[in-house]
């Protein structure tokens, strides 16, 4: 029965540990990504303009906005 307890009890801390160190790289890497994202509006013209298109800024913010809207 002991034994059993003190599976138990590993078990248990394993699962806590797996769920704090879930959270705790989450909220690092959404840090992360805010500080250095990884794509900027020069990157967007850049983009654009290799196919074929002259962006407007209007269309460069709208995109940026997008990519904000999924990294939050």
């Known amino acids: 029965m ?3 307890l003190d599976i138990l009890k590993v078990l248990i ?3 806590i540990g797996g769920i704090a160190g879930f959270f ?3 909220n690092y890497m959404k840090k992360f990504m805010k500080k250095n ?3 900027n509006e020069q990157m967007i013209k850049a ?3 290799q196919m074929g ?3 407007s800024q209007k269309q ?3 995109m940026m ?3 904000n809207k999924y990294m939050d």
Do not use: H, S
């Open 2 to 4: 002991e034994l059993f």
């Open 13 to 15: 801390g394993f699962v």
């Open 24 to 26: 705790i790289a989450r």
């Open 37 to 39: 994202p990884p794509i």
């Open 47 to 49: 983009m654009m303009t």
């Open 53 to 55: 298109r002259t962006p």
């Open 60 to 62: 460069v913010n709208q």
């Open 65 to 67: 906005k997008q990519m």
